[in-house]
Protein backbone atom coordinates (compact mmCIF):
# COMPACT_ATOMS: atom_id res chain seq x y z
CA UNK A 1 0.00 0.00 0.00
CA UNK A 2 1.71 3.61 -0.92
CA UNK A 3 0.89 6.46 1.19
CA UNK A 4 0.62 9.92 0.34
CA UNK A 5 4.05 12.31 0.34
CA UNK A 6 3.72 15.07 2.13
CA UNK A 7 4.20 18.87 -0.01
CA UNK A 8 7.87 19.83 -0.14
CA UNK A 9 8.33 23.59 0.03
CA UNK A 10 11.83 24.63 -2.44
CA UNK A 11 13.86 26.91 -2.33
CA UNK A 12 15.12 27.56 -5.99
CA UNK A 13 18.07 29.85 -6.16
CA UNK A 14 18.87 30.28 -9.55
CA UNK A 15 16.38 30.34 -10.95
CA UNK A 16 16.22 32.09 -14.72
CA UNK A 17 19.48 29.56 -15.22
CA UNK A 18 19.27 26.38 -17.34
CA UNK A 19 18.98 24.32 -14.27
CA UNK A 20 16.25 26.40 -12.26
CA UNK A 21 13.97 26.71 -15.55
CA UNK A 22 14.65 23.00 -16.16
CA UNK A 23 13.50 22.74 -12.22
CA UNK A 24 10.31 24.23 -12.79
CA UNK A 25 9.78 22.23 -15.29
CA UNK A 26 10.17 19.40 -13.06
CA UNK A 27 7.44 21.38 -10.53
CA UNK A 28 5.13 21.59 -13.21
CA UNK A 29 5.53 17.97 -13.95
CA UNK A 30 4.28 17.06 -10.00
CA UNK A 31 1.66 19.55 -9.59
CA UNK A 32 0.50 19.30 -5.49
CA UNK A 33 4.21 17.58 -5.04
CA UNK A 34 6.01 20.70 -4.92
CA UNK A 35 5.81 24.20 -3.46
CA UNK A 36 8.04 26.61 -4.69
CA UNK A 37 8.33 29.42 -1.77
CA UNK A 38 11.60 31.57 -3.18
CA UNK A 39 13.03 32.29 -6.28
CA UNK A 40 16.27 33.98 -6.78
CA UNK A 41 17.84 35.27 -10.23
CA UNK A 42 21.01 37.55 -10.57
CA UNK A 43 20.09 39.45 -13.43
CA UNK A 44 17.47 38.34 -15.35
CA UNK A 45 14.55 40.20 -14.50
CA UNK A 46 12.08 40.10 -16.45
CA UNK A 47 12.16 35.86 -16.27
CA UNK A 48 11.86 36.27 -12.47
CA UNK A 49 8.90 38.09 -12.50
CA UNK A 50 7.54 35.84 -14.89
CA UNK A 51 8.11 33.07 -13.04
CA UNK A 52 7.10 34.74 -9.71
CA UNK A 53 3.64 35.82 -11.31
CA UNK A 54 3.03 31.79 -12.32
CA UNK A 55 4.59 30.30 -9.08
CA UNK A 56 2.93 33.32 -6.35
CA UNK A 57 6.60 32.76 -3.87
CA UNK A 58 6.74 34.06 -0.68
CA UNK A 59 9.76 36.02 -1.50
CA UNK A 60 11.77 36.45 -4.69
CA UNK A 61 15.75 37.90 -4.60
CA UNK A 62 17.67 39.86 -7.51
CA UNK A 63 20.96 39.73 -6.74
CA UNK A 64 21.59 42.51 -8.82
CA UNK A 65 20.92 45.33 -6.60
CA UNK A 66 20.73 47.95 -9.25
CA UNK A 67 17.48 46.08 -10.44
CA UNK A 68 15.71 45.44 -7.09
CA UNK A 69 13.33 48.80 -7.60
CA UNK A 70 12.26 47.46 -11.10
CA UNK A 71 11.67 44.21 -9.72
CA UNK A 72 9.38 45.47 -7.37
CA UNK A 73 7.06 47.74 -9.18
CA UNK A 74 6.50 44.98 -11.68
CA UNK A 75 5.30 42.63 -8.31
CA UNK A 76 3.32 45.35 -6.72
CA UNK A 77 0.28 43.83 -7.28
CA UNK A 78 1.17 40.51 -6.47
CA UNK A 79 1.62 41.63 -2.06
CA UNK A 80 2.44 38.08 -1.00
CA UNK A 81 5.50 37.93 -2.53
CA UNK A 82 8.45 40.27 -0.89
CA UNK A 83 11.11 41.47 -3.22
CA UNK A 84 14.31 41.48 -1.85
CA UNK A 85 18.07 41.85 -2.93
CA UNK A 86 22.00 40.69 -2.87
CA UNK A 87 23.66 38.29 -1.76
CA UNK A 88 22.45 38.64 2.40
CA UNK A 89 18.53 38.14 1.32
CA UNK A 90 19.77 35.15 -0.48
CA UNK A 91 21.15 33.76 2.21
CA UNK A 92 18.16 34.39 4.80
CA UNK A 93 15.37 33.33 2.42
CA UNK A 94 17.72 30.06 2.67
CA UNK A 95 17.37 29.45 5.98
CA UNK A 96 13.61 30.11 6.45
CA UNK A 97 11.75 27.93 8.91
CA UNK A 98 9.11 26.99 5.84
CA UNK A 99 11.95 25.50 3.55
CA UNK A 100 12.28 21.67 3.05
CA UNK A 101 14.69 21.88 0.21
CA UNK A 102 17.15 24.47 -0.77
CA UNK A 103 18.00 23.86 -4.78
CA UNK A 104 21.10 25.90 -5.19
CA UNK A 105 21.35 26.60 -8.84
CA UNK A 106 23.54 29.61 -8.70
CA UNK A 107 26.74 29.67 -10.77
CA UNK A 108 30.02 29.88 -9.63
CA UNK A 109 31.42 30.86 -6.01
CA UNK A 110 28.15 32.81 -5.85
CA UNK A 111 26.47 29.44 -4.13
CA UNK A 112 28.85 28.96 -1.51
CA UNK A 113 27.50 31.83 1.31
CA UNK A 114 23.13 30.79 0.78
CA UNK A 115 24.21 26.89 1.01
CA UNK A 116 26.09 27.23 4.29
CA UNK A 117 23.11 29.53 5.96
CA UNK A 118 20.92 26.78 4.72
CA UNK A 119 23.24 23.71 6.13
CA UNK A 120 23.13 25.81 9.31
CA UNK A 121 19.42 25.80 9.65
CA UNK A 122 19.47 22.05 8.66
CA UNK A 123 17.75 22.05 5.51
CA UNK A 124 18.22 19.85 2.39
CA UNK A 125 20.41 21.04 -0.02
CA UNK A 126 19.60 19.64 -3.68
CA UNK A 127 23.67 20.83 -5.04
CA UNK A 128 23.71 22.04 -8.60
CA UNK A 129 26.36 24.12 -7.54
CA UNK A 130 29.53 22.00 -7.56
CA UNK A 131 31.51 25.19 -6.50
CA UNK A 132 30.12 25.39 -3.22
CA UNK A 133 32.28 21.80 -2.43
CA UNK A 134 34.93 22.72 -4.67
CA UNK A 135 36.13 25.92 -2.90
CA UNK A 136 34.97 24.86 0.53
CA UNK A 137 34.01 20.92 0.56
CA UNK A 138 35.70 20.35 4.24
CA UNK A 139 33.94 22.85 5.88
CA UNK A 140 30.62 22.26 3.70
CA UNK A 141 30.14 18.44 4.78
CA UNK A 142 31.59 19.12 8.31
CA UNK A 143 28.37 21.75 8.55
CA UNK A 144 25.90 19.22 7.11
CA UNK A 145 27.69 16.47 9.38
CA UNK A 146 26.88 19.13 12.54
CA UNK A 147 23.58 20.04 11.29
CA UNK A 148 21.93 16.46 10.34
CA UNK A 149 21.57 18.53 6.60
CA UNK A 150 21.31 16.24 3.70
CA UNK A 151 23.08 16.82 0.19
CA UNK A 152 21.84 15.37 -2.71
CA UNK A 153 23.96 15.95 -5.63
CA UNK A 154 22.00 17.25 -8.81
CA UNK A 155 25.14 17.17 -11.61
CA UNK A 156 24.11 14.29 -13.86
CA UNK A 157 28.02 12.01 -12.91
CA UNK A 158 26.78 12.83 -9.19
CA UNK A 159 23.20 11.70 -9.72
CA UNK A 160 24.43 8.84 -11.00
CA UNK A 161 27.22 7.75 -8.28
CA UNK A 162 24.46 8.47 -5.57
CA UNK A 163 22.16 6.22 -7.36
CA UNK A 164 24.47 3.22 -7.76
CA UNK A 165 25.79 3.84 -3.85
CA UNK A 166 22.10 3.30 -2.33
CA UNK A 167 21.77 0.26 -0.14
CA UNK A 168 25.22 -0.46 -0.58
CA UNK A 169 27.86 -0.13 2.71
CA UNK A 170 30.66 2.34 2.17
CA UNK A 171 33.39 0.50 2.55
CA UNK A 172 32.85 -1.47 -0.25
CA UNK A 173 33.14 1.03 -3.01
CA UNK A 174 37.11 0.59 -4.43
CA UNK A 175 37.00 3.59 -7.03
CA UNK A 176 34.62 5.74 -8.52
CA UNK A 177 34.78 6.49 -12.68
CA UNK A 178 33.18 9.92 -13.47
CA UNK A 179 32.66 10.16 -17.11
CA UNK A 180 33.57 13.07 -19.53
CA UNK A 181 31.99 13.58 -23.43
CA UNK A 182 35.19 15.53 -23.88
CA UNK A 183 33.69 18.44 -25.07
CA UNK A 184 33.68 20.48 -28.42
CA UNK A 185 37.02 19.94 -28.84
CA UNK A 186 37.75 16.05 -28.11
CA UNK A 187 40.52 14.76 -30.31
CA UNK A 188 41.67 18.27 -31.31
CA UNK A 189 45.47 18.93 -30.41
CA UNK A 190 47.04 21.67 -29.15
CA UNK A 191 47.65 23.09 -32.07
CA UNK A 192 44.65 22.92 -33.98
CA UNK A 193 42.91 24.78 -30.45
CA UNK A 194 45.64 27.50 -30.67
CA UNK A 195 42.46 30.22 -32.45
CA UNK A 196 39.03 28.49 -31.49
CA UNK A 197 36.66 31.09 -31.14
CA UNK A 198 33.84 31.36 -28.07
CA UNK A 199 31.15 30.42 -30.33
CA UNK A 200 33.27 26.86 -31.21
CA UNK A 201 34.01 26.50 -27.51
CA UNK A 202 29.89 26.97 -27.04
CA UNK A 203 28.60 24.51 -29.31
CA UNK A 204 28.57 21.42 -27.16
CA UNK A 205 27.68 18.31 -28.15
CA UNK A 206 25.56 16.96 -25.64
CA UNK A 207 23.94 18.98 -23.39
CA UNK A 208 22.55 22.32 -22.98
CA UNK A 209 23.81 24.26 -20.46
CA UNK A 210 24.92 28.14 -19.60
CA UNK A 211 27.89 29.96 -20.91
CA UNK A 212 29.79 29.36 -18.02
CA UNK A 213 29.37 26.02 -17.59
CA UNK A 214 29.66 25.05 -21.67
CA UNK A 215 33.47 26.67 -21.31
CA UNK A 216 34.26 24.91 -18.25
CA UNK A 217 33.09 21.55 -20.28
CA UNK A 218 35.18 22.44 -23.49
CA UNK A 219 38.63 22.71 -21.64
CA UNK A 220 37.60 20.15 -18.75
CA UNK A 221 37.83 22.54 -16.01
CA UNK A 222 33.77 20.98 -15.60
CA UNK A 223 35.29 17.57 -14.93
CA UNK A 224 38.13 19.15 -12.96
CA UNK A 225 35.59 20.53 -10.54
CA UNK A 226 33.27 17.26 -10.74
CA UNK A 227 36.30 15.29 -9.63
CA UNK A 228 36.49 17.08 -6.46
CA UNK A 229 33.31 17.69 -5.57
CA UNK A 230 32.95 14.06 -6.01
CA UNK A 231 35.68 13.90 -3.05
CA UNK A 232 33.27 15.56 -0.65
CA UNK A 233 30.15 13.91 -1.35
CA UNK A 234 31.20 10.53 -1.60
CA UNK A 235 33.86 10.18 1.34
CA UNK A 236 36.52 9.34 -1.04
CA UNK A 237 40.79 9.40 -0.95
CA UNK A 238 41.99 11.20 -4.11
CA UNK A 239 43.70 7.75 -5.50
CA UNK A 240 39.73 6.62 -5.27
CA UNK A 241 38.41 8.93 -8.50
CA UNK A 242 38.63 8.63 -12.33
CA UNK A 243 38.00 10.12 -15.80
CA UNK A 244 37.37 8.60 -18.52
CA UNK A 245 35.81 10.20 -21.82
CA UNK A 246 32.64 8.82 -22.68
CA UNK A 247 31.26 10.55 -25.96
CA UNK A 248 27.92 9.83 -26.18
CA UNK A 249 26.68 10.71 -22.56
CA UNK A 250 25.06 8.01 -22.07
CA UNK A 251 26.73 6.51 -19.38
CA UNK A 252 26.60 9.26 -16.95
CA UNK A 253 29.06 7.41 -14.25
CA UNK A 254 30.40 4.68 -12.76
CA UNK A 255 31.48 2.50 -8.92
CA UNK A 256 33.91 -0.16 -8.76
CA UNK A 257 33.18 -1.83 -6.01
CA UNK A 258 35.80 -3.74 -4.06
CA UNK A 259 34.64 -7.40 -5.57
CA UNK A 260 35.52 -5.64 -9.14
CA UNK A 261 31.92 -5.28 -10.05
CA UNK A 262 30.64 -2.08 -11.42
CA UNK A 263 26.94 -0.21 -11.21
CA UNK A 264 26.04 2.05 -13.87
CA UNK A 265 23.80 4.56 -14.77
CA UNK A 266 22.76 5.08 -18.04
CA UNK A 267 20.22 7.74 -19.66
CA UNK A 268 19.72 9.96 -22.51
CA UNK A 269 21.36 13.48 -21.21
CA UNK A 270 18.67 15.79 -19.58
CA UNK A 271 18.54 17.19 -16.77
CA UNK A 272 15.35 17.11 -15.22
CA UNK A 273 15.92 13.59 -14.23
CA UNK A 274 18.83 14.24 -11.93
CA UNK A 275 17.19 17.30 -10.48
CA UNK A 276 13.38 15.30 -10.33
CA UNK A 277 15.86 12.19 -8.29
CA UNK A 278 17.21 15.04 -6.02
CA UNK A 279 13.99 16.46 -5.24
CA UNK A 280 11.80 12.93 -4.80
CA UNK A 281 14.44 11.33 -2.88
CA UNK A 282 14.17 8.27 -1.56
CA UNK A 283 11.37 8.24 -4.21
CA UNK A 284 11.52 7.81 -8.59
CA UNK A 285 8.91 9.74 -9.06
CA UNK A 286 7.19 8.80 -12.58
CA UNK A 287 7.64 10.89 -15.48
CA UNK A 288 6.91 10.94 -19.25
CA UNK A 289 10.49 11.89 -20.35
CA UNK A 290 12.15 10.41 -23.38
CA UNK A 291 13.25 6.77 -22.73
CA UNK A 292 16.96 5.51 -23.82
CA UNK A 293 17.36 2.26 -26.11
CA UNK A 294 20.19 0.66 -26.56
CA UNK A 295 19.45 0.04 -30.22
CA UNK A 296 19.11 4.02 -30.68
CA UNK A 297 23.22 3.93 -29.24
CA UNK A 298 24.61 0.51 -31.03
CA UNK A 299 28.12 1.54 -30.19
CA UNK A 300 29.50 3.19 -26.57
CA UNK A 301 32.31 3.88 -26.33
CA UNK A 302 35.22 4.92 -24.03
CA UNK A 303 39.41 6.53 -24.04
CA UNK A 304 41.76 8.30 -21.45
CA UNK A 305 41.22 12.26 -20.89
CA UNK A 306 44.06 14.02 -22.86
CA UNK A 307 45.17 16.19 -20.14
CA UNK A 308 48.58 17.40 -21.94
CA UNK A 309 46.26 19.15 -24.18
CA UNK A 310 43.52 20.33 -21.89
CA UNK A 311 45.58 21.66 -19.01
CA UNK A 312 42.78 22.11 -16.53
CA UNK A 313 41.78 18.24 -15.60
CA UNK A 314 45.66 17.99 -14.00
CA UNK A 315 45.60 21.42 -11.90
CA UNK A 316 42.23 20.07 -10.95
CA UNK A 317 43.89 16.64 -9.69
CA UNK A 318 47.12 18.67 -8.33
CA UNK A 319 44.65 21.13 -6.38
CA UNK A 320 42.34 18.41 -4.90
CA UNK A 321 45.84 16.76 -3.77
CA UNK A 322 47.04 19.60 -2.07
CA UNK A 323 43.73 20.76 -0.08
CA UNK A 324 43.44 23.66 2.06
CA UNK A 325 42.22 26.78 -0.13
CA UNK A 326 43.83 25.26 -3.68
CA UNK A 327 40.32 24.24 -4.83
CA UNK A 328 39.05 28.29 -3.64
CA UNK A 329 42.28 29.76 -6.10
CA UNK A 330 41.53 26.84 -8.47
CA UNK A 331 37.52 28.05 -9.22
CA UNK A 332 38.18 31.51 -8.73
CA UNK A 333 41.21 31.63 -11.11
CA UNK A 334 39.05 29.92 -13.61
CA UNK A 335 35.48 31.68 -13.22
CA UNK A 336 37.99 35.36 -13.60
CA UNK A 337 39.78 33.16 -16.81
CA UNK A 338 36.50 32.06 -18.48
CA UNK A 339 34.90 35.77 -18.31
CA UNK A 340 38.00 36.93 -19.86
CA UNK A 341 37.46 34.40 -22.29
CA UNK A 342 33.91 35.33 -22.75
CA UNK A 343 34.79 38.62 -23.55
CA UNK A 344 37.84 37.68 -25.77
CA UNK A 345 40.45 39.08 -23.78
CA UNK A 346 42.46 35.50 -23.78
CA UNK A 347 42.17 32.83 -26.11
CA UNK A 348 41.02 29.52 -25.34
CA UNK A 349 44.51 27.52 -24.54
CA UNK A 350 45.35 30.57 -21.76
CA UNK A 351 42.79 29.74 -19.55
CA UNK A 352 44.76 27.03 -17.52
CA UNK A 353 47.76 29.46 -18.16
CA UNK A 354 45.94 32.15 -15.49
CA UNK A 355 44.77 29.01 -13.09
CA UNK A 356 48.49 27.65 -12.58
CA UNK A 357 50.45 30.97 -12.46
CA UNK A 358 46.88 31.90 -9.63
CA UNK A 359 47.88 28.52 -7.62
CA UNK A 360 51.59 29.24 -7.29
CA UNK A 361 51.02 33.14 -6.35
CA UNK A 362 48.60 33.07 -4.14
CA UNK A 363 49.39 31.82 -0.19
CA UNK A 364 48.57 28.72 0.49
CA UNK A 365 46.59 27.90 4.07
CA UNK A 366 46.00 24.10 5.14
CA UNK A 367 43.02 24.53 7.28
CA UNK A 368 41.33 27.61 5.75
CA UNK A 369 37.42 29.06 7.85
CA UNK A 370 34.80 30.67 6.28
CA UNK A 371 36.62 33.75 6.56
CA UNK A 372 40.03 32.51 4.95
CA UNK A 373 37.65 30.98 1.83
CA UNK A 374 36.30 34.49 1.50
CA UNK A 375 39.60 36.22 1.19
CA UNK A 376 41.47 33.77 -0.74
CA UNK A 377 38.79 34.22 -3.64
CA UNK A 378 39.13 38.04 -3.40
CA UNK A 379 42.80 37.60 -3.65
CA UNK A 380 42.76 35.31 -6.55
CA UNK A 381 40.21 36.98 -7.96
CA UNK A 382 42.43 40.30 -7.75
CA UNK A 383 45.70 38.12 -9.48
CA UNK A 384 43.99 36.77 -11.68
CA UNK A 385 42.10 40.20 -13.17
CA UNK A 386 45.46 41.30 -13.03
CA UNK A 387 46.81 38.24 -15.33
CA UNK A 388 43.98 38.72 -18.37
CA UNK A 389 44.64 42.30 -18.30
CA UNK A 390 48.51 41.64 -19.53
Same mark, same amino acid.
Given at each position: @???????????????????????????????????????????????????????????????????????????????????????????????????????????????????????????????????????????????????????????????????????????????????????????????????????????????? @??????????????????????????????????????????????????????????????????????????????????????????????????????????????? @???????????????????????????????????????????????????????????????????????
Amino acid at each position: @MSFPQPQRTLALLGSTGSIGTQTLDVVRAHPGRFRVAVLSAQRSADLLVAQAREFKPAAVVIGDESQYLAVKAALADQPETEVLAGIAALADVAARPEIDVVLTALVGYAGLLPTVAALKAGKTIALANKETLVVAGQLVTALAKQHGAAIYPVDSEHSAIFQCLVGEKPDSVEKIILTASGGPFRGRSAQDLAQVTKAQALKHPNWD @MGAKITIDSASLMNKGLEVIEAKWLFGLTNEQIEVVVHPQSIIHSLVQFTDGSLKAQLGLPDMKLPIQYALGFPERLPNSFPRFSFLDYPTLTFEQPDTSTFRNLPLAFEA @MRRGGNAPCVLNAANEIAVAAFLRDQIKFLELPDVVENCLSKVSYLADPSLDDYVETDAETRRIALELVKL
